[in-house]
């Protein structure tokens, strides 16, 4: 629904949402029920970059019976598969609709400034004022591309994850993938498959198993409460908050996306990229460690799992403990790649990503530019934050983790909105 | 060291350890440091180097006295053997590295550490020092650390240990990492 508006005169409203994905559109909801008066500016469409930025064939990693919004959730007869894109965003779509959200689409922030009672908003179409704000713009925006990459040969097809949709946009040859997260396990097997020599350039990564014991991880985690592992679970934050998506795929037969299962495809496993030197990528010595430190931390999570089976009694409904193969490596792994002499024609950067909030004029980021926040209530009053990695959680990485944080945020704001009056 | 230990005692100040990160987080500035060793030539293959100050927390700073090391080449190479070998240094420094960085990451895991000891191997084709084969590099093609640790916790927690000291080691980064050195004459 779009919201009667003049392009000639600055418009106010209690709060602004920005972003109309899963998680601009929880906020609103809980905005709504909480009769708080409030408008979402959405760039571009609903869930626009589930549209605009993700490769053709991605999946969710987490299962159908978690993708849980605020007042909605899936209602399919799958619920231990996994949403294609498209399905993503008709689920997000629907949300929209049923809820009526007040959105107004094609609406690019261009600034966020502080004002003497909240915010003024700019955007390509007309200013706003509103008291409080709701950021919710996402944790993807930009690929981080370390800076080396400007050194390689002009001739080599470079995509980073966010544009890279399919194998047919590459150049015949052999393919660096960087990065080993859910992203660049995918991307790799994918391209492999499509017939190109792949070697995966490998730094920390995190190592889950799609089944364990005979079911889904997700319903592990979920129900030994480790999704539920809050701020004051976790030593280092910021460390946990960078951390790369877990090595999962979405697939209906649960396939187990890990290292060895890459490389017993056929798949070159290298450390980390670390430089370019002489028309030479340099990778880092240290694959056995990152690999060793995967494992040990996979298992911790299996010993914890075994324990809460142990504890809570109930051994007999799950398939017996087991551990699984550690990931295997060269006894010694390639440290340098010639591009000329090994035909590499194409780089895909699956190395992170971070927020662009180059039109926020608020004194509210740290150094790394993110926005400094205590779970989602940002360290500037009447400013908030939602769909960050561990917001508040360690759900809140994922769709279903937005209604907690959703509906706490919106409670400290409704808080904020009638102390100010 | 206390004699009533009921509680882990490594040695290692780690509430120091703790404190300097946090400070260091909030003055950037401060974790900048600067290390420095200076050599002269004695002879032959056989140099000296001493260490003794490095600039760190916004000021000069000084080791509790000057090391000097002697780095020389064996005897089977017409060398006097004066010291180990400049190669031989990243070993020191890899092992001594790596046991520092079990006895800090043990201490902050309460973890009683009863023996550290660790064997060092590296090997080294000759061909690319001596320019017979430009396809084999200089320096070692691989190093093998073998750590043999007795401490009151479980194979896996040991093993964690070792795999974080790796993580947040100084020579073992430098050693696997391309690093950009340059050397500038006069």
């Not at chain 1, 280092?236 to 908050?241: E, L, Q």
């Amino acid at each position: 629904m779009s919201v009667a508006f003049s392009e000639i005169y600055d418009h106010s409203v209690d709060t602004l949402v920005i972003g109309a994905g899963h998680a601009g559109l929880a906020a609103s909801y809980c905005l709504t029920q909480r009769s708080i008066d409030h408008v979402v500016l959405e760039r571009g469409e609903v869930a626009n970059s589930w549209r605009h930025e993700r490769w053709d064939s991605l999946k969710l990693f987490t299962p159908n019976w978690q993708a849980q919004l605020p007042g909605y959730g899936y209602s399919g007869n799958d619920p231990d598969g996994f949403m294609a894109v498209k399905d993503v965003i008709d689920f997000i779509d629907e949300y929209a609709v049923r809820n009526n959200a007040p959105i107004q689409t094609s609406t690019t922030v261009m600034a966020v400034s502080l004002t003497k009672t909240g915010y003024r908003v700019e955007t390509n179409r007309g200013t706003w004022h509103c008291r409080s704000i709701v950021i919710a713009s996402g944790a993807c925006n930009s690929a981080v591309i370390p800076k080396f990459a400007e050194s390689l040969p002009a001739d080599i097809r470079q995509l980073s994850a966010r544009d890279y949709r399919n194998p047919g946009q590459l150049k015949e040859g052999a393919v660096i993938v960087v990065g080993a997260s859910a992203t660049g396990l995918q991307l790799a097997e994918e391209i492999f498959r499509a017939g190109h020599a792949v070697t995966l350039a490998t730094g920390e990564h995190v190592r889950l198993p799609r089944l364990y014991r005979g079911r889904d991880i997700q319903w592990w985690m979920h129900a030994t409460g480790l999704l539920d592992e809050g701020l004051a679970d976790i030593d280092d934050i910021n460390r946990v908050r960078r951390l790369p998506s877990p090595q999962l795929v979405g697939s209906h037969r649960h396939d187990i996306l890990d290292l060895n299962a890459l490389t017993g495809l056929g798949i070159r496993l290298v450390g980390r990229w670390m430089a370019v030197n002489n028309d030479v990528a340099q990778f880092s010595g240290s694959l056995p460690n990152v690999c060793a430190l995967a494992d040990l931390k996979m298992n911790r999570l299996l010993n914890a799992i075994d324990q809460w089976v142990e504890e809570t009694g109930r051994s007999d409904e799950f398939e017996p403990s087991h551990r699984f193969e550690s990931t295997r490596i060269d006894e010694l792994p390639c440290l340098g790649l010639n591009f000329e002499k090994e035909n590499i024609q194409n780089v895909i950067w699956a190395t992170g990503y971070r927020p662009d909030y180059s039109w926020l004029n608020v004194p509210v980021l740290d150094k790394k530019g993110w926005i400094k926040h205590q779970g989602g209530v940002a360290d500037t009053p009447g400013m908030y934050v939602l769909g960050m990695p561990f917001l508040r959680c360690r759900k809140s990485s994922f769709i279903h983790g937005i209604e907690d944080d959703a509906r706490f945020v919106t409670d400290h704001l409704d808080n904020y909105l009638k102390k100010e009056n | 060291m206390s004699e009533i230990t009921n509680i882990t005692n490594n040695g290692v100040n780690v509430e120091a350890l703790l404190g300097a990160r946090e400070a260091l987080t909030e003055t950037p500035a401060a974790a900048q440091f600067n290390f420095r060793a200076n050599c002269t030539w004695v002879s032959g293959t056989h140099s000296s180097t001493s260490i003794e100050k490095f600039f760190g927390l916004g000021e000069e700073q000084s080791h509790r006295q000057v090391y000097t090391h002697d780095a020389d080449h064996p005897q089977i190479f017409a060398s006097e053997d004066n010291g180990i070998s400049p190669p031989e240094y990243i070993l020191v420094g890899l092992a001594g590295c790596l046991t520092a960085g079990i006895a800090s990451v043990a201490q902050h895991r309460g973890i009683q550490l009863n023996s550290v000891t660790a064997s060092v191997e590296a090997n080294m084709d000759l061909q690319g020092i001596l320019g017979i084969d430009s396809d084999v590099r200089n320096g070692f093609s691989n190093i093998n650390v073998h750590f043999k640790i007795d401490a009151d916790a479980s194979e896996e927690d040991i093993a964690a240990i070792v795999a974080q000291s790796q993580k947040r080691s100084a020579v073992f980064d430098n050693v696997t990492n391309p690093t950009n050195v340059t050397v500038k004459v006069n």
